[in-house]
């Protein structure tokens, strides 16, 4: 096996997302769960392997050492190129862990210049002139302000990167980026002798970010989002298109949602209207020391086997900061992780083989608790939202680990009608 790339990735969904880029791109691509380590086996035959850890709200020296062991696994595995995929809505705290992580990777790779994009134009972001837009509103204009851990208030990507590095950050805008390949690689290199270690780069369409894709094809450490990666991925010379993978078949299947993001709240809202079983979490009372993980068991257990169900945390930001209040930030979060990884190791015991999982924190709480290390990435049922398959002690699982923002408002109805 030769891998072209390795990838990390600052969440468990945000590594879904990406995998799926890479699939897209022709790449056979495994999604490895944590910091691997000598036992971590891939999938036969891997173009890609991707490295998902859960870094992006952790502590910036925690995140700078797990993303350092990822990368030092990864070039054992051959990779050459390291790619470092964050949020396209570039979420992280006023101190990291954009910067010091991408500092770090590049500091190990001996790397003088790297190249950053967090546009995704399939899932509404672009760049204009330095400014992150969620579809038509301004990053800082959108719910992503709202956030519950890392709300976004500042649109600026040149300033909000400068605030987390002690290096130079600059910009190619638009119009060079228009020009082409050339153009692109013309202006990194002006970057890099002007003394400039972090670019950031505008980018509208796919066609953009295939542009900058190509560019960046010999840099040692690229960052930015799925969109930048799937152009990086097209740029590999002769790569095959990945086989697609059967549709999962069989198995309850269930819906566990951590979310509290508006297009998450949107899905749970269609999944309302279909007449399908949904049961909302009191996470208040479970920090109480109520028993609600075995009331929520005993409730799938009265449902219709044929029926896929919704198990939910997922609040509105009126509801979610009245949690926080009561809990703090970390506490609350913490303890819809627990009870979300916890009922997802029940329901699979109960004979669930397709779980969709809304979330970021939820997703690699999930995965934790299955004990899920490594997956191989199948068809997307919307972009950036694939189906993985595993093999685990407790059979084959069909999981899809959804990023909150990302999905149609249907996609948790049609996702599990189309793979019953």
């Known amino acids: 096996m030769t891998l072209r ?13 990406v995998a799926a880029a890479f699939r897209r791109a022709g790449l056979r691509t495994a999604l490895v769960f944590g910091v691997p380590d000598d036992t971590t086996v891939l999938p036969a035959d891997c173009d890609a392997a991707v490295v998902a850890l859960k870094s992006r709200s952790t ?13 030092r696994w990864l070039w054992a595995k051959g990779a050459a190129q390291v790619y470092f995929k964050y949020c396209s809505t570039f979420d992280s705290t006023a101190k990291g862990n954009i910067g010091p992580v991408t500092d770090a990777l590049m500091n190990a790779a001996g790397a003088a210049v790297t190249l950053h994009c967090p546009a995704s134009p399939p899932n509404g972001r672009t760049v204009y002139r330095g400014h992150l837009f969620v579809h038509d509103q301004l990053l800082s204009d959108s719910p992503l302000r709202h956030h519950p851990l890392n709300p976004m208030t500042d649109p600026v990507l040149v300033r909000l990167l400068a605030a987390q590095t002690p290096h130079q950050v600059a910009l190619i805008d638009w119009p060079t980026v228009r020009q082409g390949v050339e153009a692109v690689r013309d202006a990194l290199v002006a970057h890099r002798q002007a003394g400039v270690r972090h670019v950031v780069a505008d980018a509208l369409t796919d066609d953009d970010l295939a542009v900058l894709g190509a560019a960046a094809l010999e840099l040692p450490v690229v960052a930015g989002a799925a969109g930048l990666a799937e152009g990086l991925g097209h740029a590999y010379p002769a790569a095959a298109t990945a086989a697609p993978e059967p549709l999962p078949r069989g198995g309850r299947a269930a819906v566990l949602a951590g979310s509290c993001s508006a297009r998450t709240l949107e899905q749970i809202a269609q999944f309302y209207a279909a007449d399908l079983p949904s049961l909302h979490l009191d996470v208040l009372a479970a920090a109480t020391g109520r028993d609600v993980t075995g009331e929520a068991l005993a409730w799938y257990d009265a449902q219709d086997g044929d029926r896929p169900v919704l198990i939910y945390a997922s609040a509105s930001p009126e509801e979610l900061a009245a949690v926080q209040a009561q809990l703090g930030v970390a506490e609350a979060a913490a303890q819809v992780e627990e009870l979300l990884g916890t009922l997802a190791s ?3 015991d109960r004979g669930v083989r397709r779980l ?3 979330g970021g924190e939820t997703s690699g709480a999930v995965t934790t608790a ?3 290390r490594a997956v191989l990435v199948g068809e997307e049922a919307d972009p950036g939202v694939p189906w993985t398959y595993a093999s685990t002690a407790r059979g084959d699982l069909a999981l899809m680990l959804k990023s909150g923002n990302f999905g149609g408002p249907d996609l948790f109805t049609r996702a599990l009608t189309e793979s019953k």
């Not at 502590?59 to 990368?71: H, I, N, R, T």
């Open 370 to 372: 299955l004990g899920v």
């Open 59 to 71: 502590p910036a020296d925690e995140a700078v050492g797990d993303s350092l062991a990822a990368q």
């Open 346 to 348: 029940h329901l699979v």
């Open 356 to 358: 969709l999982v809304a």
């Open 5 to 17: 790339i390795g990838c990390i990735a600052d969440d468990f969904t945000g590594g879904t997302d």
